[in-house]
């Protein structure tokens, strides 16, 4: 029997993350000052984040080991398996060869807990005693809740409010490890209050979220905030995916030809993508790595590269991104994770710089994608992952019409025992797909901010 | 760092499964056909179960290959880890070395594919078209709609309508495989609808829903039946969680001093014991096991060894188990996959022979229980796991109170992703313990057959 499950032993989980930013043709533009539009410094970070972590974020070395205390943890689940589909590949009838990496490993469930379990480490060590977080879909929220859990600190999550209805079991999950969780937008926050002063129904959106966990921790000596997805040392951490997919690979004897991951903030994406985008830029390989988005929130695709805000309430610094501007909420798509406004600005470089191609995918595409992977492969993926899953079968039903056998990898980031609502509302065909006029991106856009 | 994980390549999935029946001190009482009150031959099975089932059902060999196209399925996730919970440990202060099977890795989310899937693929070999069964907490459910999805078989599920209520996410999951599932009593049977005539308000019971899938596979040709747990071949396809559970305590050095197992069924309990339970037949250890249940359906603990039917309609054979009466419907306790009223007839018979010992747990001990684990270890296990966690901590805090450390082995049999309204239950103390007056046993154990 050829193997469909490729494990690495525990002492082969990565002792350093992959920092791709020294590799790339071109430095990342400066993060801005949003009043004086100059770059900022690590200094202007300390009130959110531990010294440890600013740091990373503007690292310019290759490798960053892992603390030991970081990697006894990541022991649990890691390395996670990474799978041949051939089940899938069956049911596609295609030559493709299909891997995928699967991080529902995890206790929470997502590849989430690679960074929560680093950023819970780092404040605990330089003395935080509480974390204020946002969180979409609650995948984020749940795993720094079990990190801060494991490292015996507080935990404070701002879950978007259309997640929050949508996902009592998530918010339960969250609850179990200790966390306190809040709808967002809040009467807590000044940010809360002033949308829902103008929005009494706001469903929320991630960067609502943001700007209350950022507000707490910035008014709160003791709570420092953190952060899921599009910075650069969360993204950082998240390279551990791809590092490991690069051995067990090997393992399998194959390359991708294809890399494909879902991108919301990005973490997930260029955890697995950036270590096989850095052989790309050595000359080592020649992968072709794609980005699907949803449909719904595209900003790799339809977005523009511009110095931004990160959240709604502009109280984070300006970023160069991919940004559907500041002030766009996303319907209440069930992909809560990839209803952001914005795109890590290292993702958005790299796209700049050619160094992969994005696509974006319906929602009703991206479940059926899912429904026909969960029935082939026994994992039901998360909404977001779905994403992932639906490029994927679209490249190897390329192959199929071409009739050649491509490798394909793909991130299945998370599964989706807390989306099943999703899955009933789109059996029940309530689901829709969304199109924006062009007007309605470029009214978006408008407002972005002048630099 | 010491290991926290030990796992076993996929070759190292057993080659065959492991039948304690010759090994016992007295055979097993036979089964007894509900009119004659004879023993019932493999011909009297035949309407409801393929023959490579039936005559694994009354082998007397101790091992029984694993047909290559189901050891094939469980790479997928077989070898599932072992555990060393050393942050529990550490929580609880304790000397005791913790070691838990995780079976919670199966795509289901439980052991319950261990069994789905060896079912569903003789039954396709034999020809059968549809399977039809019952499913508690909608573990057994999920677990048979996946290996029905992966063998290409239709799947009808009959809910215990407490779970069916309780746990609309459980029922999206089967749906996503394919399955077609009904709240139990319905009105599709005849034995549903003398429940409903009696009891029009009834929350079901495993007995009430396998009377419902019995009557349908018996009376249509292409049908046939599968039980989650209670039959000895059930049992045996388990036995894969104890035979790898032997081989990583190996690769960890030790031996349990102490195994604990929840008791529904049987099934997952009989998985992971009766390899150990063979090897003290052996005389090659001397480990305790202990078999912990819900107060709230204490058959092991309260029930009489007995001849009793494994339905409420009496459509089965009779066995001889720990019952507490066929018709004793417990409360919708959360833990559904234990609200069965009798005890596999095995398991029965190794408590009779003193293989083993039992004790109940009351369910605000068992949720206590398994939120402690959940902020420990991360995974938050299913409410019938809680029963196995609770029995070990308990296992533990005696360690430390008597100074030793012995090593102690569970079976965390599930994860309780689809169970988090139990834990919102709990946290908002809606939970409650519950136990039976004397009489209400006595009660309900004299209606027993006459054998």
């Known amino acids: 029997m050829d193997s469909v499950k490729f494990l690495l032993p525990e002492d082969r989980i990565p002792k350093a993350w992959y920092n791709v930013v020294p590799s790339l043709p071109a430095p990342l533009p400066p993060v801005l000052h949003p009043g004086t539009k100059q770059p900022v410094g690590p200094a202007d970070l300390e009130p959110l984040f531990p010294m440890a972590l600013i740091l990373q974020e503007v690292s310019t070395e290759p490798w960053i080991e892992i603390p030991e205390p970081v990697r006894d943890v990541y022991r649990q689940w890691r390395p996670s398996p990474l799978y041949r589909a051939r089940r899938l590949e069956h049911a596609l009838g295609t030559p493709a060869r299909i891997y995928y990496k699967y991080e529902g490993v995890s206790p929470a469930g997502s590849h989430k807990p690679n960074t929560a379990v680093p950023q819970a480490y780092y404040n605990k060590v330089e003395g935080t005693k509480r974390l204020a977080t946002e969180t979409g879909a609650g995948q984020w929220g749940s795993s720094l809740a079990m990190a801060c859990a494991f490292f ?9 409010r259309v997640s929050y209805n949508q996902k009592p079991y998530r918010r339960a999950l969250m609850e179990t490890f200790g966390a306190s969780v809040t709808a967002s937008p809040s009467s807590e926050t000044d940010s ?11 469903t929320g959106s991630l960067g609502i979220a943001i700007s209350e966990a950022v507000e707490v921790a910035a008014k709160d000596a003791s709570t420092k905030y953190a952060l899921g997805s599009v910075l650069n040392h969360v993204l950082l951490h998240q390279t551990v995916i791809g590092l490991e997919s690069l051995e067990q690979l090997e393992m399998a004897g194959d390359y991708p030809d ?7 903030g990005g973490s997930n994406f260029a955890g697995i993508a950036t270590p096989f985008i850095g052989r790309n830029l050595e000359g080592k390989a020649k992968t072709r790595v794609v980005a699907v988005e949803p449909a719904a929130c595209p900003s790799l695709t339809r977005g523009k590269f511009a110095y931004d805000f990160g959240d709604t309430s502009h109280l984070t610094p300006l970023v160069k ?3 559907l501007g500041s002030t766009f909420v996303p319907p209440g798509i069930h992909a809560g994770g990839l209803r952001y406004h914005g795109m890590a600005p290292l993702v958005s470089h790299m796209l700049d710089l050619g160094l992969f191609e994005a696509r974006a995918v319906q929602q009703l595409d991206a479940f059926a994608a899912g429904v026909q992977f969960a029935r082939a492969e026994g994992i039901v993926p998360a909404p977001e992952a779905n994403h992932a899953v639906a490029g994927a079968i679209a490249e190897a039903l390329q192959c199929k019409e071409e009739g050649v056998s491509r490798s394909i990898l793909f991130n299945l980031c998370g599964h989706g025992h807390f989306d099943m609502q999703s899955y009933i509302d789109y059996a029940a065909g309530k689901l829709q797909n969304y199109d924006y006029p062009a007007e309605e991106i470029a009214a978006a856009l408008a407002g972005l901010p002048q630099v």
Do not use: F, N, W
């Open 192 to 202: 809360g209050r002033a949308i829902l002063a103008q929005h009494p129904d706001s």
């Open 258 to 264: 294809v890399l494909v991951g879902c991108t919301g």
């Open 321 to 323: 991104m991919h940004t």
């Open 152 to 160: 015996g600190m507080e935990c404070k999550v701002y879950m978007v």
